[in-house]
């Protein structure tokens, strides 16, 4: 089994705890926007996560981001292809729904 870990903020989660964390139950994990492919994208998703030193030297085959971190909590979508900055307020992503 691939180990995948999410790679927005401070998140821990993890593939491994699947069904052992309460908090893991529906989470799925999203390949990360790759740079050679679209690049503005992988800019805009390492932005969002908002992560010290993370760059797209960082993003690979194996960089994920848990469905968390997207409006709705279930991964992108055509009106929201991006995830919430991590560094914003609920009342700054209220605005932005």
């Not at 052992?20 to 390492?46: H, L, N, Q, Y």
């Not at 409006?71 to 992503?93: E, L, M």
């Amino acid at each position: 089994m691939v180990v995948k870990h999410c790679c927005y903020g401070l998140c821990t989660s993890d593939n491994r705890y699947e069904g052992k964390r309460e908090d893991m139950t529906g989470v799925t994990f999203i390949p990360f926007a790759k740079p050679t492919s679209d690049r503005e994208k992988c800019e805009r998703w390492i932005r969002a996560c908002s992560r010290e030193g993370f760059t797209i030297k960082n993003v690979n085959k194996h960089t994920y981001i848990c469905s968390l971190h997207f409006v709705g909590g279930k991964g992108p979508t055509p009106d929201h292809p991006d995830p919430i900055p991590a560094n914003y307020t609920p009342q700054q992503v209220n605005v932005h729904i």
